[in-house]
């Protein structure tokens, strides 16, 4: 157990770092949201363990691990848009709201998916396998939450600022600074 929480503390590592290098300013808020997602992540599984019978296993580990993937691709997919956004001559402050409400649609999806997958997971299986599938269930629902409540203001308040306003290579991308 104790490998596989290095292990993924070291591709999570690895992920913020390329995260970091291709997003630049505004990895800021993916170092930060995946701090606030490691926090709820804690404190479900806290409750979880406190209140029912599931402890964090092996299982459980790799659900979370598979988790970091699904709560990047999260940022990717509203970064991206961004990105698209900006490439149509629009301001980062014009961007980043109009980005969030296109890419919505899109994370919610992709997370429901998850957590029906997890859910029939959960309900067909036993054992460990029960453990991975209320993992990926919890962290696909903290994805969701610090989505909304975290990322989408964070990148909303930044895209307000003089810094990015004043960026000439935003994104790791030349645009127009009007």
């Given at each position: 157990m104790r490998a596989g929480i290095i292990a993924g503390l070291i591709g999570l590592a690895l992920v913020l770092i390329l995260m970091i290098a291709y997003y630049r300013w505004l990895a800021l808020v993916i170092v930060a949201g995946m701090f606030v997602w490691a926090g709820m992540v804690w404190a479900m599984s806290s409750f979880v363990s406190g209140w029912t019978n599931y402890s964090l296993s092996l299982a459980g580990v790799t659900g979370i691990i598979v988790a970091v993937g699904v709560t990047v691709d999260s940022y990717v997919v509203f970064y991206e848009r961004i990105k698209d956004?900006?490439?149509s001559g629009r301001t980062i402050k014009n961007a980043a709201p109009r980005s969030f409400n296109?890419?919505?649609r899109t994370i919610w999806s992709a997370d429901v998916v998850s957590l029906i997958?997890?859910?029939i997971l959960f309900w067909l299986s036993v054992g460990s396998v029960r453990g991975f599938?209320?993992?990926l269930g919890l962290t696909t629902i903290c994805d969701l939450l610090v989505c909304y409540f975290f990322t989408r203001p964070a990148v909303l308040l930044l895209a307000q600022t003089k810094l990015m306003a004043r960026q000439d290579h935003l994104l790791g991308m030349k645009v127009a600074t009007t």
């Open positions: 956004e900006l490439r296109m890419t919505w997958g997890a859910f599938a209320l993992y």
